[in-house]
């Protein structure tokens, strides 16, 4: 067998192209993205419509939120981002799981009585709560086998309050499969009959750390973010991996093999909507990313986030694709060109003319403006999203 590259034109939104995918969806195109945190969960609801084959390469650096209390538990990487999207490409017909969802939804109260929550915690861990007692055999033994492996493992001051039962299900499958979030992400997506692919970019326990112009270095992602705790008054210069004791060197943290195949064959990348830094330049990071993605010949698109993201401080469009070209490029080589990494760069219209065309003079990088926006702006329409992707396979 030959292969050979083509070009085409292509019309946004293209109906034929479109309505193709609506009728056929499991045969839909192979749709990869880099991506973390919710930003991307209301648009991928949208696309199970229109494939079953998208494939999403996950941060697990998190360390905030419920998945702060494991990771500080446990030592293991960040699970609430992967659960999160996993719920959000997990069939929703009666054709579904609707008890597995409603379980793997369930957080334990925040509010209220101390004895109350024991009392939960305890029913769910047991197998006893009603929303357990709800999922059918054989899938309410294997759920209660991975909750009893959290029990046996949790400190006994472990804090349950606002945690997440799918996240509990995540650690403890962790926990009993040789600390490997991979065969327990399978299980969950066969559970749940996920349309897709989720995945952890890559299964180590490490976080993010940014230095910054102003010559600051902070470790943890809830500290770039801006969300929880206050971030650094400056851009930042550089991101990179670490433990716990420094920066982890790019080499050390190669991208597994299967993570590979998928980028080979993807019919489409995309760079989506996120925080620039923590949950699209983060995924970007591990060796042999950028050198696959410069190898591929797909269309690779870049989507800007709408409104304002905290760990940009004022970059122009064409600031924001030099970051993302930068982090590739330290991995493809300073000498690969930024096209080859980056193909198209689409915003929606009300992103004024000159910032497109700054980033076509600096980088050669085609900028499309089109109408992608909601009514208030701030959010994309899920469904013009969706279908302007597809239309350019």
């Given at each position: 067998?030959?292969?050979?590259?083509?070009?085409?034109?292509a019309?946004?939104?293209?109906?034929?192209?479109?309505?193709?995918?609506?009728?056929?969806?499991?045969?839909?195109?192979?749709?990869?993205?880099?991506?973390?945190?919710?930003?991307?969960?209301?648009?991928?609801?949208?696309?199970k419509?229109?494939?079953?084959?998208?494939?999403?390469?996950?941060?697990?650096?998190?360390?905030?939120?419920?998945?702060?209390?494991?990771?500080k538990?446990?030592?293991?990487?960040?699970?609430?981002?992967?659960?999160?999207?996993?719920?959000?490409?997990?069939?929703?017909?009666?054709?579904?799981?609707?008890?597995?969802?409603?379980?793997?939804?369930h957080?334990?109260?925040?509010?209220?009585?101390?004895?109350?929550?024991?009392?939960?915690?305890?029913?769910?861990?047991?197998?006893?709560?009603?929303?357990?007692?709800?999922?059918?055999?054989?899938?309410r033994?294997?759920?209660?086998?991975?909750?009893?492996?959290?029990?046996q493992?949790?400190?006994?001051?472990?804090?349950?309050?606002?945690?997440?039962?799918?996240?509990?299900?995540?650690?403890?499958?962790?926990?009993?499969?040789?600390?490997?979030?991979?065969?327990?992400?399978f299980?969950?997506?066969?559970?749940?009959?996920?349309?897709?692919?989720?995945?952890?970019?890559?299964?180590?326990?490490?976080?993010?750390?940014?230095?910054?112009?102003?010559?600051?270095?902070?470790?943890?992602?809830?500290?770039?973010?801006?969300k929880?705790?206050?971030?650094?008054k400056?851009?930042?210069?550089?991101l990179?991996?670490?433990?716990?004791?420094?920066?982890?060197?790019?080499?050390?943290?190669v991208?597994?093999?299967?993570?590979?195949?998928?980028?080979?064959?993807?019919?489409?990348?995309?760079?989506?909507?996120?925080?620039?830094?923590?949950?699209?330049?983060?995924?970007l990071?591990?060796?042999r990313?950028?050198?696959?993605?410069?190898?591929?010949?797909?269309?690779?698109?870049?989507?800007?986030?709408?409104?304002?993201d905290?760990?940009?401080h004022?970059?122009?469009?064409?600031?924001q694709?030099?970051?993302?070209?930068?982090v590739?490029?330290?991995?493809?080589?300073?000498?690969?060109?930024?096209?080859?990494l980056?193909?198209?760069?689409?915003?929606?219209?009300?992103?004024?003319?000159?910032?497109?065309?700054?980033?076509?003079?600096d980088?050669?990088?085609?900028?499309?403006?089109?109408?992608?926006?909601?009514?208030?702006?701030?959010?994309?329409?899920?469904?013009?999203?969706?279908?302007?992707?597809?239309?350019?396979?």
């Amino acid at each position: 067998m030959q292969t050979i590259t083509i070009q085409r034109r292509a019309s946004v939104p293209d109906e034929l192209r479109v309505a193709r995918c609506l009728s056929a969806p499991h045969r839909g195109p192979r749709l990869l993205f880099f991506s973390g945190g919710s930003a991307l969960n209301g648009i991928s609801r949208q696309l199970k419509r229109y494939t079953h084959n998208s494939a999403h390469l996950i941060t697990p650096f998190d360390s905030g939120g419920s998945s702060e209390v494991l990771r500080k538990a446990f030592g293991m990487p960040a699970v609430g981002d992967l659960r999160s999207r996993l719920m959000a490409l997990a069939e929703e017909t009666d054709l579904g799981q609707p008890d597995i969802v409603r379980l793997f939804s369930h957080r334990f109260g925040l509010e209220g009585c101390p004895d109350a929550l024991e009392c939960e915690v305890e029913q769910v861990l047991s197998g006893e709560h009603p929303l357990v007692r709800a999922v059918p055999q054989p899938m309410r033994m294997l759920v209660v086998s991975h909750l009893q492996t959290f029990a046996q493992n949790a400190p006994v001051d472990f804090d349950y309050a606002k945690g997440s039962v799918g996240n509990l299900v995540l650690a403890g499958g962790y926990l009993g499969n040789e600390r490997l979030l991979e065969p327990v992400l399978f299980m969950m997506s066969k559970m749940m009959d996920v349309l897709g692919t989720v995945r952890s970019v890559v299964d180590v326990n490490l976080h993010i750390g940014a230095e910054y112009e102003d010559g600051s270095v902070v470790i943890g992602q809830k500290e770039i973010t801006g969300k929880e705790v206050p971030a650094p008054k400056a851009r930042i210069r550089r991101l990179f991996l670490a433990d716990d004791t420094g920066e982890v060197p790019p080499e050390e943290v190669v991208l597994p093999l299967r993570n590979q195949r998928l980028i080979r064959k993807a019919d489409l990348i995309c760079y989506p909507p996120g925080s620039l830094y923590s949950s699209v330049a983060a995924n970007l990071l591990p060796a042999r990313v950028g050198q696959e993605i410069a190898e591929t010949n797909v269309p690779k698109i870049y989507v800007p986030s709408l409104g304002n993201d905290p760990e940009c401080h004022g970059m122009t469009l064409s600031d924001q694709v030099g970051a993302l070209i930068k982090v590739l490029r330290a991995d493809a080589g300073h000498e690969v060109p930024a096209k080859a990494l980056m193909t198209h760069v689409i915003c929606d219209v009300s992103v004024p003319v000159s910032d497109c065309a700054a980033v076509t003079l600096d980088y050669g990088i085609p900028c499309v403006r089109l109408p992608l926006a909601e009514g208030s702006g701030q959010l994309y329409d899920e469904k013009a999203f969706c279908e302007m992707l597809v239309s350019l396979v």
